[in-house]
């Protein structure tokens, strides 16, 4: 089978940054399911996007589908035929209509029934046929949230669309897409290089690109490339460029050939927190901001530009001039928030509503106050400094320098509260309030930290399920989903044995009649017990160990990820699928019972299988029951699995049902008996 390159690019107006990848690589993916859907195969598919293209090369592609057979499925047989075995109208129609004799048909089976139908030869489509509506379709399904028009034309895109071109090798493709006719012109870098040419075919797009146009179209090689050039000037000063991942992402987008150039600002900048001035040097101007070794902002930062002028003194001190006015403001809005001491901002909050029904941001610490005592208290922080951290985690909402640059909520607070002489613990508690924030972040480790990042969450949760207004399909403005799994990972891997149950009923009780919903505290624990499954699932822990646990409904959310450890490390044994098979059947037998006897009696054992199982249950019961209280579900699982050998022996060779009564009775209290010692742990049944 022939097989040959094949380029597609769209030329549009500048496209939105933040979504340049997404909208590459969704094009990529759209026209590599139409490929398949086409039984068209190639040996590799590459996606280029700058700001004024997306682009697709695929490698070898087959310049025709390949004839096939194709299997046409007509009536049922039993619509098909009468009584008689006759062919009905209906059949004959359908063959006359498909060109066959009705003779010629065959039988298809299948799991629903039986089908008349017959075999047809299907010729192969040429590629550049299907190219055309292969694009169209690809980009229609594109993630694009609004669609924009422009000029006169009524077709829709993300942006404007000026150039379009095919090419199978060489050959240009016939196609009209977007109102565009397909041709070899493309457009080069808006000031660098040649404003558009045309490619000559498929294979030599990228390096004409390059050389004739000035435009790096791989995405991946423009941001490596950027990266190479902040990393190289940070150390040409000693310093360590900040490259955060989201703003490499967004700079790589704006720019199509990119040079780093180094800036410098006022070093009597650096008395504001260095949050505030990395806050508007990387969300308004897109800089890479610059620290010394030990993490110390300098009065530096990198700019990536997208012009290469004779004369860079003029464009850098162009840039020292953009910033210089923001980084004033920071300075402005942190002398005037420090003519007060953060508590004093609390008085703001009386004003502020949180929510209509929940009431002031002001009311809403003093319930976060009473639930991150009452944390503190049980996980033996310091219920002092744990109340003061909770009154003063909102001031900062209240002061101009957050009100500003809203993400450094928390962290002016922290930086306030230091100047102010506020404890370590109180004003780090304030920052870390927040955490986690994303997948992946940190988690406060210290007990007034994680007191009142805990009651936070708690009281959001518990705030906003009390009036209703639990969260719907993807959205959940108040981040509940968040909130959960942040009480989740803040309480497995800080290993506390926190009654959440408690503490989330405690939490309604300080709300009293600001809850509506009566049924809070369940719907809140099923949400958390769903969450908690998510966090599981993310281990690549199975869904059937999650439920084990959760037959047992443990209150304290590190024992039921003790648990989780435990049948974990149990399925691993060689013993696990044979104990839990046995332990199903003796859930049946017990759920027929009649009568549970609680106590063995050791003159009833008759046969010596069942002497063995008693005896070997003897001797590793009070261990099992220690280790039990002591939390150490995987050492009890693993000393459990020893039974095997003697409750299979057991199930082998003893009928449970004698005739005799008391005997009956004696081995169902066996049963019992290993059924509360394992059940302990979790439900082992549905391990299989």
Known sequence: MDTKNLLIELGTEELPPKSLRKLAEAFHSEFIKRLAAQDLKYSNAKWFATPRRLALQILDLQTKQEDKTVEIKGPSVKVAFDENNQPTKAAIGWANANGIDIKDVKTISTDKGAWIGFDKQQTGQDTTSLIENMVKESLAALPIPKLMHWGSKKVEFVRPVHTLTILFNDEVVKANVLDLDSSRLVKGHRF???????????????????????????????????????????????????????????????????????????ESFLQVPSEALVYTMKGDQKYFPLYDKEGKLLPKFIFISNIQPENTQSLISGNERVVRPRLSDAQFFFNTDRKKKLEDYFKTLETVVYQKDIGTIAYRTSVVQEVAKYIAKEIGANVTLAKRAAYLAKCDLATTLVNEFTDTQGIMGMHYARLDGEDNDVADAIFEQYLPRFAGDIIPTKGVQISVSLAEKIVTLVGIFGINLLPKGDKDPYGLRRAAIGVIRILIENKLDLNIQETLKFCASILKDKIKNENTLDQLVEYIYTRLKAYYQDQNIGGEIYTAVLANRPVSLFDFDKRVKALVNFKTLEAAAALAGAYKRVNNILSKADIKQENIAEDLLVKQEEKDLVNSINKIEQEILNLYKDGKYTEAMTLLATLKDVIDNFFENVIVNDEDEKIKNNRIAILSKIQNLFKVTGDISVLY
């Open 192 to 266: 660098l290089g040649k404003q558009e040419f045309e490619i000559k075919d498929a294979n030599s797009y990228e390096d004409q690109l390059l050389n004739e146009g000035l435009v790096i179209a791989d995405y991946e090689k423009r941001k490596a490339k950027i990266k190479e050039q902040v990393i190289a000037l940070s150390n040409s000063v000693n310093g360590v460029a900040d490259l955060d991942e989201d703003l490499l992402e967004e700079v790589t987008s704006l720019v199509e050939y990119p040079t780093a150039y180094i800036a410098s600002f006022e």
